[in-house]
């Protein structure tokens, strides 16, 4: 279901999902940057080490997508804001985007960062394996750029969801069962997936009508 709806989005508009992957990417850095500094100040050295080193890589990502898409980096930091900035607008530092309804979904409206370290753990590995099928379709393109991009982040997102797997044992006496509950919710992401699709949709009609 979940490749299903990754081909249709690239099939309505290819360069448009590349472009939200990449924020996506991004977000997903910030929101590990944030999870070191927890770490670290929890004590958990190592895994402070490895969301550090998780951080850098998805900024990579995001940055190896925008570049394939535009030729350039679409969006950057601006270091005294704090923000990551395209032209005159500005988004917010959130880390992983509540803008859009998989993730309301998947979280049920609360802020990923305010759960206990099993909970984050565990929902990561769960998001990491679903943003591999991303990158499997991806690969399949016939672009050899594209593919061979697809081909390096997919190998990372597998490595980190390995990784926090192997954390997450540490948190919960069963690893396992704290997967399962988050795979559970991948029900709602995808239908929030669906509706973010619906209103990419609608949104970029519009604005082909208007220009």
């Given at each position: 279901?979940?490749?299903?709806l990754i081909?249709?989005a690239?099939?309505?508009?290819?360069?448009a999902?590349?472009?939200?992957?990449a924020?996506?990417e991004?977000?997903a850095?910030?929101?590990?940057?944030?999870?070191?500094?927890?770490?670290?100040?929890?004590g958990?050295?190592?895994?402070?080490?490895?969301?550090?080193?998780?951080y850098a890589?998805?900024d990579?990502h995001?940055?190896?997508?925008?570049?394939?898409?535009?030729?350039?980096?679409?969006?950057?930091?601006?270091?005294?804001?704090g923000?990551?900035q395209?032209?005159?607008?500005?988004?917010?530092?959130?880390?992983?985007?509540?803008r859009?309804?998989?993730?309301k979904?998947?979280?049920?409206?609360?802020?990923?960062?305010?759960?206990?370290?099993?909970?984050?753990?565990?929902f990561?590995?769960?998001?990491?394996?679903?943003v591999?099928?991303?990158?499997?379709?991806?690969?399949?393109?016939?672009?050899?750029a594209?593919?061979?991009t697809?081909?390096?982040?997919?190998?990372?997102?597998?490595?980190h969801?390995?990784?926090?797997?192997?954390?997450l044992d540490?948190?919960h006496?069963?690893?396992?069962s704290?997967?399962?509950?988050w795979?559970?919710?991948?029900i709602?992401?995808?239908?929030?997936g669906?509706?973010?699709?619906?209103?990419?949709?609608w949104?970029n009609?519009?604005s082909?009508?208007t220009?």
């Open positions: 279901m979940l490749k299903l081909r249709l690239l099939y309505l508009n290819f360069n999902t590349l472009r939200t992957a924020k996506l991004y977000g850095g910030i929101f590990c940057f944030k999870l070191a500094i927890r770490a670290q100040d929890d958990y050295l190592n895994l402070a080490k490895f969301l550090k080193a998780q890589e998805e990579g995001a940055r190896m997508l925008g570049g394939l898409v535009d030729g350039v980096e679409r969006l950057h930091r601006n270091t005294q804001t923000v990551w395209r032209g005159q607008d500005y988004q917010a530092l959130d880390g992983i985007s509540q859009y309804w998989a993730a979904l998947f979280f049920w409206f609360q802020k990923p960062e305010e759960l206990g370290w099993a909970d984050i753990l565990a990561m590995c769960v998001v990491e394996q679903q591999a099928k991303f990158y499997e379709v991806l690969q399949e393109v016939e672009d050899r594209i593919a061979a697809a081909a390096k982040i997919l190998q990372d997102e597998l490595e969801a390995g990784y926090l797997k192997n954390c540490s948190f006496v069963d690893a396992n704290a997967i399962a509950y795979q559970d919710r991948k709602l992401a995808v239908l929030g669906v509706i973010d699709l619906v209103i990419s949709y949104s009609r519009s082909a009508k220009d």
